[in-house]
């Protein structure tokens, strides 16, 4: 990892440990509703990290602390966690250490039921069709699958949208470009969601006129 990549990784830890901080703040704040809106705000941005971190062999210690045993943690009866909420929690862990076991140092993936997540569907998250691919799935806020999802973050941060790229979200703009170099160099220049919906609007558009 460059110093460049390093300094960009940090930067991302950094956003979750604030989502972290602002979260349990709430959590042990004043008000009766448990704060959602706030652990949704974390679990993007644990999103953004790990997909920044993935397939390197080491994590953040303090990001690897604060989420490890995150579930546990929300069991406690004193903040009345919804089930919905726990699940999230299950998936932030998972999510964290699929690929880095923090308590071994080796690159371990653990055993994930998602049947667990039946019964109280994460925040966002739900069974559907995926308008992007067409299966179905678990899809999330936009209605497409993860790996439609993916495939429409790379095509925006090739494209330089960084309004509506999550994972650029609070960077500053040498850092989008550290990122969108990487997607070049990994997954290449051609657009993989993006032109594809043109085509299909493209196509529709003619059948119209006939």
């Given at each position: 990892m460059t110093y460049p990549e390093r300094e960009l990784a940090d930067a991302?830890?950094?956003?979750?440990?604030?989502?972290?901080?602002?979260?349990?703040?709430?959590?042990?704040?004043?008000?009766?509703?448990?704060?959602?809106?706030?652990?949704?705000?974390?679990?993007?941005?644990?999103?953004?990290?790990?997909?920044?971190?993935?397939?390197?062999?080491?994590?953040?210690?303090?990001?690897?602390?604060?989420?490890?045993g995150f579930r546990?943690?929300?069991?406690?009866?004193?903040?009345?966690?919804?089930?919905?909420?726990?699940?999230?929690?299950d998936r932030m862990e998972c999510l964290l250490f699929s690929d880095y076991d923090a308590s071994s140092g080796e690159g371990e993936s653990p055993e994930v039921d998602d049947?667990?997540?039946d019964d109280d569907e994460a925040f966002g998250v739900y069974e559907g069709v995926c308008a992007g691919c067409g299966g179905?799935?678990?899809?999330?806020?936009?209605?497409?699958c993860e790996e439609c999802g993916a495939k429409l973050e790379r095509d925006l941060l090739r494209n330089r949208d960084w309004v509506h790229s999550v994972t650029a979200f609070r960077l500053n703009d040498e850092q989008r470009e550290l990122m969108r170099r990487q997607?070049?160099?990994?997954?290449?220049?051609?657009?993989?969601?993006?032109?594809?919906?043109?085509?299909?609007?493209?196509?529709?558009?003619?059948?119209?006129?006939?």
């Open positions: 991302m830890a950094t956003l979750v440990l604030a989502a972290y901080s602002k979260f349990d703040a709430r959590l042990h704040g004043k008000g009766k509703l448990f704060p959602e809106e706030e652990l949704f705000e974390l679990w993007q941005a644990l999103q953004q990290y790990c997909g920044l971190m993935k397939g390197l062999d080491w994590i953040h210690r303090d990001v690897a602390r604060e989420i490890s546990e943690y929300l069991q406690l009866q004193e903040f009345g966690t919804p089930g919905k909420a726990l699940a999230l929690a049947r667990s997540l179905i799935s678990q899809v999330g806020d936009l209605g497409l997607v070049v160099k990994e997954y290449g220049r051609d657009f993989e969601f993006i032109a594809v919906a043109k085509d299909v609007r493209f196509h529709s558009k003619g059948r119209k006129r006939k």
